[in-house]
């Protein structure tokens, strides 16, 4: 049976290596991977855009986000062990940028709404212009996947000035539906993606209210 708090947080890291599953990609050029300000704000100088992380919530460690990204391969490749070889492969291209969540993990709440983000070097692909277009290529990996997961109707959304695409997608397990949004956009090569996971309207409208303090140069 499968833990949904686990579910709800194990997803994006490995979604981000999907695109260049099986595939060969010219060097990654540097990428500065960010900091966490003493005030509580995510700094990417690189990519040039900050997020404010908000005041209690639980700031994922880098060996709890491995963690997260080997528990979203074997959930997402279930027994095709072909498709856990591929994403193992691609993982070395993604680079985890953050990840936080409401709640630490373990906490025995119904649910953890959480903020996760990444980016992939996608230069040797030049077919992909836009977030939507990186987008759609995870819709269709996620649909070959071993969860059931259901799509709307894609759209765009404003954060700090900067155009992202959004791709919205639920996934039901048990009687409980968990919902998530693929917020992504193209910029110096890299598709960032910022990954938004809840269950209830309030819990979107929270993620909201955080997402939008977004600062952004991403043209």
Not at 9 to 38: E, H, K, M, R
Not at 51 to 75: F, R
Not at 88 to 113: I, Q
Not at 115 to 120: G, I, K, L, M, R
Request: net charge neutral.
């Amino acid at each position: 049976m499968f833990n949904i708090r686990k579910l709800q947080t194990a997803f994006v890291f490995t979604l981000c290596s999907l695109l260049l599953a099986g595939n060969s990609v010219a060097a990654v050029q540097q990428i500065d991977d960010g900091v966490i300000t003493p005030a509580g704000r995510y700094q990417n100088d690189y990519l040039d855009f900050s997020i404010v992380i908000p005041k209690g919530w639980s700031v994922k460690t880098p060996a709890q986000i491995q963690k997260i990204q080997k528990e979203g391969v074997d959930l997402l490749a279930g027994d095709d062990e072909n498709l856990k070889k591929r994403l193992k492969a691609a993982v070395p291209r993604t680079l985890n940028l953050f990840a936080f969540s409401k709640y630490e993990t373990g906490t025995p709440v119904e649910s953890n709404p959480s903020v996760a983000s990444a980016a992939e070097h996608i230069a040797g692909f030049p077919g992909i212009n836009r977030g939507s277009d990186y987008l759609f290529i995870v819709k269709r990996m996620l649909q070959n996947s071993s969860m059931e997961y259901h799509f709307e109707s894609g759209f765009e959304r404003t954060l700090g000035n900067t155009t992202f695409d959004v791709l919205p997608a639920s996934l039901k397990v048990g009687s409980r539906t968990i919902y998530q949004e693929y917020t992504a956009i193209i910029v110096k090569g890299y598709a960032l993606v910022l990954v938004l996971t809840f269950r209830t309207p309030e819990e979107r409208e929270e993620l909201y209210h955080i997402t939008n303090q977004l600062q952004a140069g991403l043209i």
